[in-house]
C-alpha cells in the first residue's frame, strides 16, 4: 500500500491526540499525544490518519518514499558459438542466436476502501428499542450501500477505522434495524446490519369509491383497492390458553409473526406473515415467557416468566401431582462479557420511569440473550466477564419499558416494553409563602422540565479532578447543574447542556495516572489513559453535541 510522511504541528495550549496506521508494519497507533507547539513527523499508510482535534496543522509531505523514473537497459540479442559434430568428425561452427527477454516490472494498483455513504440525521437508540420509533435522538452513520434497506455494513466514520460505536437500534421509512455490536472502536471491516421489526401495526387494505360523472349525469362508483405493504414480521412457535397458567402448561400448538425479532420486545402480533389479524383474545407463549394478546394482535399488559406466574391452588384429591423443576440450562461464555444499560430504579413502575431522568444508574446485563434487558435474564451492579453482584429487587426502566426484579438474585421476571406510557408524573406538593404584604401571594417553586443529558464520574481515589466543560467558543454554562466545578473524588457532577460548538471537552487534572472512558446515549465512543492536565474529546470527530445527546465521561484509577 502507498506511504505518505506528515508533519503534524500543535497549535493549541493543551495535549491533542491523533490516530494512523504505521507505514512500515501497518500496526495502528491510537490516541497518539501531541504536545502544546510541539512538531512531529510520522510515516503512514494513505487515508488513515484521524483527529479530533482541529488545531492539530497537517502538513502532507507527498508520497514516501518518493517514486522516480529509472530507465532499465534493453539487452541486446548476442549470437553464441555451438560446436556440432558430425558423423565426419569434421567440427562445424554454427551461430545460433540466443534471445534474452528484458523483465517488465508491473505495478500493482493499491486496494481502496469500500466505497461509505453518508446518513445523517437518522434515528437512534444504543440499547433502547422500545423507544426507537419515536426517535429519541439521531446519529450520522456510514454504509456501504446508499440506505439502510440496501446497506450490509455500518461504519461510524467515513474513513478508516471506527473512532466510535455504531451499535444499536435505527429507523429507516418505518423499519427498525439492528445493528451488530462486533465492529466498535479501532474496528475497520464494519458491522454488520440486520432488519430487527417495524414501528407499529402494518396498513390494511382500504376500499376507496371513486365516482365517475358521465354526460348523462348517472354516477358510476368505481372501487379502487390501495396495496398493502408487506409487513416485516417475524415466526414465533407458542402455546395458548385462557389464561396464562393454561398458556404455559400448554405446550406449542401453533405459530404466529410479531414485529420484532425477539419475543418479549413484541408490540404487535399477526396469525400469518403477510400481516393478518382476528385472533382469539387470549394468553400465548414463547420460550417460557408469556403475554396476553388481544383480537387485534395487540400486547396487553406486560410479559412475565412462567416461573413467576402463580399455580392456582389444586382440590385436595388422592393423586398427589408433582410439580417439574426446571433444568437450568448452560450458555456458552460470549466474547463480549457484558452489555451495559442506563436505568431508573424504584419500588413501583412510575418511580422507576421517573427516576430514569433524575436520577439514572448504570447496571450490567448478560449478552447471551442479545441486547435487552430482556426476561430471564439478571442485572448486576459490577462490570466483569462475567459481570457480578446482582441488584436490588423492585422495577427498573430506560424510560419507555419497566423491567421487574424479583427473588433477591437479580433476575427479570416482568417486564412492559410500553410501560411507562401513561403513567402519572410526580410532581412534588407546592406549598405556598405566605409574606408580610397587604395581599397573601402563593409563590410556587419553578419545576425543570429539562432533562439530565451531561454525568461527569469522578471514581478515581487520587487527586485527579474534572475542572471544566468548553468548547471552540469557549466555556459551556449548564442548567441545573448539581455541583460546581471542580468535580473531586468520588463526586458526580449531572447537568444540562445545551447545544454547543465543535469540539466539546472536558479539562482534567492531577498528578497521578488515571483512565478515562467517554459515552454518547449510552454508546462507548472511546477510551485512555494520562497523567496532568489534558482536554478529554466529548464526541467522535470533535462535532457538536446536541440536547438529545447524553454525555457521560467516567474516571477511574
Known sequence: MACSKYNLTNTGTTIVTFNYQRCDDALWQYQVELLPNEVKNIWLLNNTYSSAFPRIVVVDE???????????????????????????????????????????????????????????????????????????????????GTSLADSTLVWSDQF?????????????????????????????????????????????????????????????????????????????????????NEACASGTVGTIWGNFSIFNDCTQFYLDDIGTTGFTAGFYVNSSIVTEIDTY??????????????????????????????TPTTTPTATRGYYEYTLGSGATPNDACDNFTSSPNTVYGSVSGGIGPNIGEALYQTAGNP?????????????????????????????????????????????????????????????????????????????????????????????????????????????????????????????????YAVYNNSIFIYSGTSTGSIAIALSSGGVPVYTNDVVQLDITD
Not at 67 to 93: D, F, M
Not at 196 to 225: D, E, I, L, R, V
Not at 309 to 320: E, L, R, S
Open 387 to 515: 459481570p457480578t453482584n446482582t441488584v436490588a429487587d423492585g422495577y427498573y426502566s430506560n424510560g419507555t419499558a419497566w423491567y421487574l426484579v424479583t427473588g433477591g438474585s437479580g433476575l427479570i421476571t416482568s417486564s412492559d416494553p410500553n410501560g411507562c406510557s401513561g403513567l402519572p408524573t410526580q410532581t412534588p406538593t407546592q406549598t405556598p409563602t405566605n409574606t408580610q404584604t397587604p395581599t397573601q401571594t402563593s409563590t410556587p417553586t419553578p419545576t425543570s422540565t429539562l432533562p439530565i443529558n451531561l454525568i461527569f464520574n469522578n471514581n478515581a481515589t487520587t487527586d485527579v479532578q474534572i475542572d471544566g466543560f468548553s468548547d471552540d467558543s469557549g466555556p459551556i454554562s449548564l442548567n441545573f447543574q448539581s455541583i460546581p466545578f471542580p468535580v473531586l473524588s468520588g463526586q458526580t457532577l449531572s447537568g444540562n447542556h445545551p447545544t454547543t460548538d465543535t469540539n466539546p471537552v472536558a479539562a482534567v487534572s492531577g498528578s497521578s495516572t488515571y483512565n
Open 62 to 144: 507527498g508520497e514516501f518514499p518518493s517514486l522516480t523514473v529509472t530507465s532499465t537497459p534493453s539487452i541486446t540479442a548476442s549470437a553464441t558459438p555451438t560446436k556440432t559434430p558430425t558423423p565426419t568428425n569434421t567440427p562445424t561452427n554454427t551461430n545460433t542466436p540466443t534471445q534474452t527477454n528484458t523483465p517488465t516490472t508491473t505495478q500493482t494498483p493499491t486496494p481502496t476502501n469500500i466505497l461509505r455513504t453518508t446518513l445523517s440525521n437518522v434515528c437512534h437508540s444504543a440499547f433502547n428499542f422500545g423507544s426507537i420509533c419515536n426517535c429519541p435522538g439521531t446519529a450520522t452513520i456510514f454504509v456501504n
Open 160 to 244: 478508516g477505522p471506527n473512532t466510535g460505536n455504531p451499535e444499536g437500534y435505527y429507523t429507516e421509512d418505518g423499519i427498525i434495524y439492528l445493528v451488530s455490536s462486533g465492529c466498535s472502536v479501532g474496528c475497520i471491516t464494519g458491522a454488520t446490519i440486520e432488519v430487527y421489526g417495524t414501528c407499529g401495526p402494518t396498513p390494511t387494505p382500504t376500499n376507496t369509491q371513486t365516482p365517475t360523472n358521465t354526460p348523462t349525469n348517472t354516477n358510476t362508483p368505481t372501487q379502487t383497492s390501495s396495496p398493502t405493504p408487506t409487513p416485516v414480521i417475524f415466526a414465533f412457535p407458542v402455546g395458548s390458553g385462557s389464561t396464562a
Open 297 to 326: 394482535g395487540s400486547q396487553v399488559g406486560g410479559m412475565d416468566s412462567c416461573a413467576v406466574i402463580p399455580t392456582p391452588t389444586p382440590t385436595p384429591t388422592t393423586t398427589t401431582t408433582e410439580t417439574p423443576t426446571p
